[in-house]
């Protein structure tokens, strides 16, 4: 028989007949299989209903949906937080100098090689150039001969001078003789005039008359010959001063040549000092490339490599990029943020230190802020050209309120978290700070007495009810 005549015969049944039929007529539960048997008596039990196809028995997650959501919440917790960058790095010497020779010559002589020690002041390279020496004896002959000719400038300015002195005694001296003139002038012309008055009136003889005229005539010409003279002793002495200036001039000339003959003296004997090639501050000689006998020339004038390098590692420089996205946090300075150096190397060695400088600005680039930590290394566990790590502490924020990232709910630009009150969701309006790992710092919008979601906050409602799962 197939499950559907079971059935319709089923349905025909009251529920005695069905047990009865049951009994009587085992053959044909039998044919129908269990499933029939079992979907028969479902029906018979529940008062000959009709019968409900199993595909329109309500689901287990329907079913569940109307049940309360279990969350786990607790207590907003207060902790550290330490906010760390830890990023590659380089190490540095100090500092570092490539030696490089000021002037053209051989080199008479190595006194150092790899791996010495030297001092400030050390002796490194001598070279050989003798026309250096020779420029220093001819800048000093011609220092003698601009010390002679000053000399000879300063005499003749001497002279003219006296000559300017002679030549205003003159004039003084003709003056004075102006002044004579003057004087018989006027005393010949009143006894002229007395003469002429004697003569007309008969007195005096007329030879006596023309001879005091003539007296008269003879001082005008006088005075006249001693106004000529005073005129040609001023102009003597206009040239006079003029040879003083000159003289003047001739003397600032030659002293001026005789100070660039001392410059020129004093730069051809600075040149010699540049074929003694000296160190420039204590430390090692990290790289050689000269020996006795070569020929080097000045610095810029070839692309060769440096005669030699002198490295300073007793103090190292260790360069850090900082991500645009922590470079707000970096302080350097005296109150500098405090920096582990860790050397891949050699496993739990570690170099205390702080950020010592920065640019305080980012690499245009790599967008990176790029910082340096200076330690001592006297000891020379560091070497110049390692790559290390260096674990930086950007923040430290103690005792603050912090939250799991799970129990953050992002809604545009704003953050909330689910707080429980009375068993339901209350969402709450927070103000965020740092981020260490799964921690977020609360900055605002909790006070630490409230019950907060910490995980899955994402899939709850505003309202809805839960049931609380305490965090041990």
């Known amino acids: 028989m197939t499950r559907k005549a079971v059935t319709m015969e089923l349905e025909g049944m009251s529920k005695s007949s069905f047990f009865l039929n049951i009994n009587v007529k085992p053959q044909k539960l039998k044919a129908a299989g269990c499933l029939t048997i079992m979907a028969a008596i479902g029906i018979g039990s529940l ?31 207060k902790k550290t937080l330490l906010l760390y960058s830890l990023q590659p790095a380089r190490v540095e010497p100090y500092e570092q100098a490539p030696i490089l020779s000021k002037v053209s010559g051989y080199v008479d002589s190595v006194a150092v090689d790899v791996g010495d020690k030297v001092h400030k002041g050390d002796l490194l390279i001598a070279l050989s150039a003798p026309e250096y020496e020779d420029s220093v004896v001819t800048k000093l002959g011609l220092i003698d001969q601009a010390t002679s000719q000053v000399k000879q400038a300063e005499a003749a300015l001497v002279a003219s001078q006296a000559s300017v002195d002679s030549a205003q005694a003159l004039v003084k001296q003709a003056l004075a003789g102006i002044d004579r003139a003057e004087a018989q002038v006027q005393r010949w012309t009143s006894e002229n005039a007395r003469i002429s008055k004697l003569a007309d009136q008969g007195t005096v003889t007329k030879q006596l008359a023309d001879e005091t005229l003539s007296q008269f005539q003879a001082a005008l010409a006088s005075k006249k010959e001693s106004e000529a003279m005073v005129g040609s002793e001023q102009a003597r002495l206009l040239e006079a001063q003029a040879q003083v200036g000159k003289a003047r001039a001739d003397l600032e000339a030659a002293t001026a040549k005789c100070s660039v003959a001392k410059s020129e003296h004093a730069q051809a004997v600075s040149m010699t000092k540049y074929l003694r090639i000296l160190a420039p501050f204590d430390g090692v000689i990290s790289e050689r490339n000269i020996d006795t006998g070569h020929y080097v020339q000045p610095a810029g004038s070839n692309p060769d490599r440096p005669l030699l390098t002198i490295t300073n590692s007793d103090r190292v420089r260790v360069y850090v990029d900082i991500p645009e996205s922590e470079a707000s946090y970096v302080d350097a300075g005296l109150q500098g943020d405090s920096v582990e150096i860790l050397v891949p190397a050699k496993p739990g060695l570690r170099f205390p ?51 799991p990232i799970g129990a953050i709910v992002r809604k545009g630009d704003e953050s909330h978290c689910c707080v429980v009150v009375g068993g339901k969701i209350e969402f709450r309006s927070i103000q965020l700070g740092i981020r260490v790992g799964d921690e977020v710092e609360v900055l605002s919008g909790l006070d630490g007495s409230e019950t907060v979601v910490l995980a899955r906050s994402g899939a709850l409602k505003a309202g809805q009810s839960i049931e609380v799962i305490l965090k041990k």
Not at 49 to 64: D, I, L, R, T, Y
Not at 360 to 375: F, G, V
Not at 393 to 402: A, R
């Open 47 to 77: 008062g000959c209903k009709p019968w409900v196809s199993p595909m329109e028995v309500e689901s287990p997650s329907k079913a569940s949906s109307s049940l309360v959501e279990r969350v786990t919440a607790g207590p907003v917790a």
């Open 353 to 403: 230190g702080k950020v010592t400088r920065s640019s305080s600005s980012l690499d245009p680039q790599s967008r990176c802020l790029p910082i340096q930590i200076e330690l001592e290394n006297s000891d020379h566990q560091l070497l110049s050209g390692a790559f290390v790590q260096a674990k930086v502490l950007l923040e430290e924020k103690t005792d603050v309120l912090s939250l």
